[in-house]
């Protein structure tokens, strides 16, 4: 199954189903969705039909897999001890897909080892170079490399810069209400978090490092 252009990934987290994430359900239709394990159960209370289901399958319904078997679904089994999590086969398999965008969902729950793990999957290389969000509830989250990144969004609602992988130098804001200037954000202190967009063209541009984007729906 290919020529999709868009991927919803699901984990197997708890849902948290905000404004973003609707607005991701609602325009599925031309997405491949591909289920991380459990995320397979998850999609379908989601409304959201698994064309693709991998992991290790420990934690899927079996009902859920032999309906999704019966009616088409590709599910692809691999053994518990491996060295990647089920949401980074599903990440890989949608790269591999050939998914220029790919929208994560359901990647945040109750442990904060598995929440860590899933934010840095964004890094991943094989997603480089591609449109990847991770999505819950209110809240987008992706990584940007150097450059310039617009900050889509409604006046007023809420961004956070955070360093993600070291310092990130040369930050300038545009459009949001604390601005930044050719200064730096540096590992540790939570100066980047909680900014507002005040300008339907803010944006922000940075020369080295990595960022963490988190944009929140209204004030967060």
Same mark, same amino acid.
Request: charged share 15%.
């Given at each position: 199954?290919?020529?999709?252009?868009?991927?919803?990934?699901?984990?197997?987290?708890?849902?948290?189903?905000?404004?973003?994430?609707?607005?991701?359900?609602?325009?599925?239709?031309?997405?491949?969705?591909?289920?991380?394990?459990?995320?397979?159960?998850?999609?379908?209370?989601?409304?959201?039909?698994?064309?693709?289901?991998?992991?290790?399958?420990?934690?899927?319904?079996?009902?859920?897999?032999?309906?999704?078997?019966?009616?088409?679904?590709?599910?692809?089994?691999?053994?518990?001890?491996?060295?990647?999590?089920?949401?980074?086969?599903?990440?890989?398999?949608?790269?591999?897909?050939?998914?220029?965008?790919?929208?994560?969902?359901?990647?945040?729950?109750?442990?904060?080892?598995?929440? *860590? /793990? &899933?934010?840095? $999957?964004?890094?991943? %290389? #094989?997603?480089?170079?591609?449109? @990847?969000?991770?999505?819950?509830?209110?809240?987008?989250?992706?990584?940007?490399?150097?450059?310039?990144?617009?900050?889509?969004?409604?006046?007023?609602?809420?961004?956070?810069?955070?360093?993600?992988?070291?310092?990130?130098?040369?930050?300038?804001?545009?459009?949001?209400?604390?601005? *930044? /200037? &050719?200064?730096? $954000?540096?590992?540790? %202190? #939570?100066?980047?978090?909680?900014? @507002?967009?005040?300008?339907?063209?803010?944006?922000?541009?940075?020369?080295?490092?990595?960022?963490?984007?988190?944009?929140?729906?209204?004030?967060?």
């Amino acid at each position: 199954m290919s020529g999709f252009k868009k991927a919803i990934v699901v984990a197997n987290g708890t849902p948290q189903l905000g404004q973003a994430v609707q607005a991701i359900i609602e325009h599925a239709t031309d997405a491949l969705v591909i289920c991380a394990d459990g995320g397979a159960d998850v999609a379908l209370k989601m409304g959201l039909y698994p064309h693709i289901v991998v992991g290790d399958m420990d934690s899927v319904s079996l009902d859920t897999l032999n309906t999704l078997e019966a009616a088409g679904a590709e599910l692809f089994r691999f053994p518990p001890d491996k060295d990647e999590t089920d949401l980074e086969l599903a990440l890989l398999e949608a790269a591999e897909r050939g998914a220029s965008t790919i929208f994560i969902l359901a990647a945040m729950g109750a442990r904060i080892d598995h929440t *860590l /793990s &899933n934010l840095y $999957l964004l890094t991943l %290389p #094989a997603l480089q170079n591609r449109k @990847v969000r991770l999505v819950d509830n209110n809240q987008s989250v992706w990584i940007a490399q150097p450059g310039t990144h617009p900050l889509s969004g409604a006046i007023g609602d809420t961004v956070s810069l955070i360093p993600f992988q070291g310092d990130a130098q040369g930050i300038t804001t545009y459009g949001l209400q604390y601005p *930044l /200037s &050719n200064e730096t $954000l540096y590992l540790g %202190p #939570a100066r980047g978090v909680s900014n @507002v967009i005040i300008s339907p063209k803010a944006r922000v541009t940075f020369k080295s490092g990595t960022l963490l984007i988190i944009h929140t729906i209204g004030h967060a």
